[in-house]
T-cell receptor, first 113, second 111 residues
């Protein structure tokens, strides 16, 4: 009963490097989300995928791209990391239209130096 | 004005007391409201959701919703030290696909 699995758990990048955060869910959820969490600012939506084959921008999409690979997997890519992207990243999933809330992954703590 | 506002705290209550956490939101068309608990260094965990005006009880937790005042609250009865965490209020926006989170209220329950 894994729920939502994120990899890696920790990562340190140098400015300008790229990386992909992986997320997979085994609950047959239609919708998936990427949030970042910074101290004092709460969770902010980066991108979401309402259903397989669709993706949309959230509040803070600049500097990120996403891919909904299939119903289970939703990845987040940083093409050229910047120190402002230092944060904790959470992937989440929900049934369609999110009426029952989200299940979150364990998070990725990313530091860009 | 932030879309979802919470007092950052910390809110400190003695063990056995009632903890009251409050949240206001700006999108009058919002239909679904959530409370998540987040322990330090962990991911948020859903504890309650509410759709209709009034109270919803689940064990020691009661969620209260007043759509006219755009106000959501969470009451924790018989607070325990294990309830010490950050509580996030979240609101599903009118379109139904984006959940907006407040910055959270830190709760300390003193033994």
């Amino acid at each position: 009963n894994a729920g939502v699995t994120q990899t890696p758990k920790f990562q340190v990048l140098k400015t300008g490097q790229s990386m992909t955060l992986q997320c997979a869910q085994d609950m047959n959820h239609n919708s998936m989300y990427w949030y970042r969490q910074d101290p004092g600012m709460g969770l902010r939506l980066i991108y979401y995928s309402a259903s397989e084959g669709t993706t949309d921008k959230g509040e803070v999409p600049n500097g990120y791209n996403v891919s909904r690979l299939n119903k289970r997997e939703f990845s987040l890519r940083l093409e050229s990391a910047a120190p402002s992207q230092t944060s904790v990243y959470f992937c989440a999933s929900s049934e369609a239209r999110s009426n029952y809330g989200y299940t979150f992954g364990s998070g990725t703590r990313l530091t860009v130096v | 004005q932030k879309e979802v506002e919470q007092n950052s705290g910390p809110l400190s209550v003695p063990e056995g007391a009632i903890a009251s956490l409050n949240c206001t939101y700006s999108d009058r068309g919002s239909q679904s409201f959530f409370w998540y608990r987040q322990y330090s260094g962990k991911s948020p965990e859903l504890i309650m959701f509410i759709y209709s005006n009034g109270d919803k009880e689940d064990g020691r937790f009661t969620a209260q919703l007043n759509k006219a005042s755009q106000y959501v609250s969470l009451l924790i009865r018989d607070s325990q030290p294990s309830d010490s965490a950050t509580y996030l209020c979240a609101v599903l926006n009118t379109g139904g696909f984006k959940t907006i989170f407040g910055a959270g209220t830190r709760l300390f329950v003193k033994a």
